[in-house]
């Protein structure tokens, strides 16, 4: 019996990721319910546990892959890939009044380029305080700290080994859980409250997850306008992380 059971999931594997997934994500809002009373988002709760997982399968198989490496999850892999997730990122934009868009304007397009170069300058010098100082390795640690999507991006544009590679998508994921965690508890001191601010956050912050996370905590209903620029803020990112930021990186540091 338990052999038939375990030949149906790993014929039918997307659907055993979403089951996976979907207990995981009903668990993480319990705890964040039960626990925290909703002041840490379930969506955050659901990213911890994830990682953890994930480490914990890579450890047991001696894997690349954390929980696809298991022969019955390995249907996490294909949901966790980039149609998927490409998919569900262009997919938050459905909820957007583009009258709402309109009213950001230009703060809308200033949030863009301020948050891209603040993480980068950031990202890019904590690369240099812990003795990363050529330009690819910090264009692309820098780069992660600006999304986890455009420090891989910009990697493998620029030949960046695979170790300065995974410290880029590390930093980036650091940076969606602490957005994720930290919005509820500012929103009410920065003014996070309608659609025109959530837009400019979006646009400061960047990490589509970690703003949809965090505003889902915050206001549903501005989820959409965070991450719709937020979804901006990572095309941009992608653009100039290979070309302008690591040109002036170059620059500065001399080669």
Same mark, same amino acid.
Do not use: Q
């Given at each position: 019996?338990? %052999?038939? *059971?375990? @030949?149906?999931?790993?014929? =039918?594997? *997307?659907?055993?990721?979403?089951?996976?997934?979907?207990?995981? #994500?009903?668990?993480?809002?319990?705890?964040?319910?039960?626990?925290?009373?909703?002041?840490?988002?379930?969506?955050?709760?659901?990213?911890?546990?994830?990682?953890?997982?994930?480490?914990?399968?890579?450890?047991?198989?001696?894997?690349?892959?954390?929980?696809? @490496?298991?022969?019955?999850?390995?249907?996490?892999?294909?949901? &966790?890939?980039?149609?998927?997730? @490409? !998919?569900?990122?262009?997919?938050?934009?459905?909820?957007?009044? !583009?009258?709402?868009?309109?009213?950001?304007?230009?703060?809308?397009?200033?949030?863009? !380029?301020?948050?891209?170069?603040?993480?980068?300058?950031? &990202?890019?010098?904590?690369?240099?305080?812990?003795?990363?100082? %050529?330009?690819?390795?910090?264009?692309?640690?820098?780069?992660?700290? +600006?999304?986890? #999507?455009?420090? /891989?991006?910009?990697?493998?544009?620029?030949?960046? =080994?695979? %170790?300065?590679?995974?410290?880029?998508?590390?930093?980036?994921?650091?940076?969606?859980?602490?957005?994720? #965690?930290?919005?509820?508890?500012?929103? /009410?001191?920065?003014?996070? %409250?309608?659609?025109?601010?959530?837009?400019?956050? &979006?646009?400061?912050?960047?990490?589509?997850?970690?703003?949809?996370?965090? *505003?889902?905590?915050?206001?549903?209903? $501005?989820?959409?306008?965070?991450?719709?620029?937020?979804?901006?803020?990572?095309? $941009?990112?992608?653009?100039?992380? /290979?070309? +302008?930021?690591? #040109?002036?990186?170059?620059?500065?540091?001399? &080669?």
């Amino acid at each position: 019996m338990f %052999d038939l *059971l375990t @030949d149906v999931l790993v014929k =039918n594997g *997307l659907l055993t990721a979403f089951a996976v997934v979907g207990a995981t #994500i009903w668990v993480s809002y319990w705890l964040s319910r039960i626990l925290t009373n909703g002041r840490l988002h379930g969506s955050a709760i659901a990213i911890m546990i994830g990682l953890a997982l994930a480490y914990a399968g890579g450890v047991s198989t001696g894997g690349h892959k954390g929980l696809a @490496d298991i022969k019955l999850l390995s249907g996490i892999g294909f949901m &966790g890939g980039a149609m998927l997730r @490409d !998919f569900a990122i262009v997919s938050t934009a459905f909820g957007v009044s !583009f009258g709402e868009i309109r009213k950001a304007g230009l703060s809308g397009v200033v949030s863009l !380029f301020t948050g891209v170069l603040l993480s980068f300058v950031v &990202g890019a010098a904590v690369a240099l305080a812990f003795g990363y100082s %050529d330009a690819v390795s910090m264009t692309t640690i820098g780069a992660g700290a +600006v999304t986890y #999507i455009v420090g /891989p991006v910009t990697g493998a544009a620029l030949g960046a =080994n695979s %170790d300065v590679m995974a410290l880029s998508i590390a930093a980036g994921l650091v940076k969606s859980v602490l957005v994720m #965690i930290g919005t509820p508890f500012m929103a /009410p001191y920065i003014g996070l %409250d309608n659609p025109r601010s959530a837009m400019v956050f &979006g646009g400061l912050m960047g990490t589509t997850s970690g703003v949809a996370g965090g *505003l889902a905590a915050t206001d549903p209903k $501005l989820v959409p306008y965070g991450a719709m620029t937020a979804t901006f803020y990572t095309g $941009l990112g992608c653009l100039m992380g /290979p070309s +302008v930021l690591f #040109i002036a990186t170059r620059a500065l540091m001399g &080669g």
